[in-house]
């Protein structure tokens, strides 16, 4: 098994992993390690037959980290599958902390307003812990139609957003299955 991290984020594999990164892309692990104080591991082991590369990253200081992996062949502006990982990490000045249930309320709701046709059905909902998937059944304007999995965890340290997005003709129930599965079996641990 191959471990890669990048900004303290584990991602596990045992052939491909969202392909290998340019080290002079990316900032510097020790600067990252004061703000990143978690990992995360999705095994995507048994998804070998897919290669992903680091399509786009932002990093804004200490309040949202955006990771999204593409295929090697895709751009990051033209694109039939995601992945993505997003983590606000909370801010000590902060006395409330964002729970799972807001951001998913608060992001169904823009995605419902600016897609009427959005279709969203949760798969399960545990305490700081949701998986859920929404639906655009068909193109609305330039955005294509896509499906997207997702699951929303927080955490001592933040919030994490985890998806598979899928444009075009909606996922096979195998596809839907892997990914489900996938998301689901992710972990966030403490980094060393």
């Keep these: 098994m191959k ?3 990048l900004f303290m984020v584990t991602l596990c594999a045992s052939s491909y992993l969202l392909g290998d990164i340019d ?3 990316i900032l ?6 004061q703000f990143f104080e978690e990992n995360i591991s999705i095994p995507l082991a048994s ?3 897919k290669e992903w590369d680091l399509g ?45 249930a807001s951001f998913t309320t608060t992001f169904l709701h ?13 798969i399960s909902k545990k305490n700081g812990d949701i998986l859920f998937e929404w639906t655009l059944p068909q193109a609305v304007g330039k955005q294509l139609a896509q499906q997207e999995i997702v699951r929303v965890l927080t955490t001592e340290e933040g919030l994490y957003r985890l ?7 909606a996922m096979s129930p195998e596809l839907r299955a892997h990914w489900k599965e996938l998301l689901s079996t992710a972990k966030v641990e403490m980094a060393n």
């Design 3 to 5: 471990l890669y991290y």
């Design 23 to 25: 080290p002079r892309t």
């Design 28 to 33: 510097k692990q020790q600067q990252l390690e």
């Design 47 to 49: 998804d070998e037959s």
């Design 56 to 100: 786009f990253m932002q990093v804004q200081s200490t309040r949202q980290a955006m990771f999204h992996w593409i295929s090697p062949e895709e751009n990051i502006n033209q694109w039939s599958a995601l992945v993505q990982i997003e983590y606000f990490p909370y801010q000590p000045q902060e006395k409330k902390h964002l729970s799972a």
């Design 110 to 122: 823009s995605i419902k307003k600016q897609f009427p046709t959005v279709r969203s059905n949760f």
């Design 163 to 169: 998806a598979y997005t899928k444009k075009g003709a």
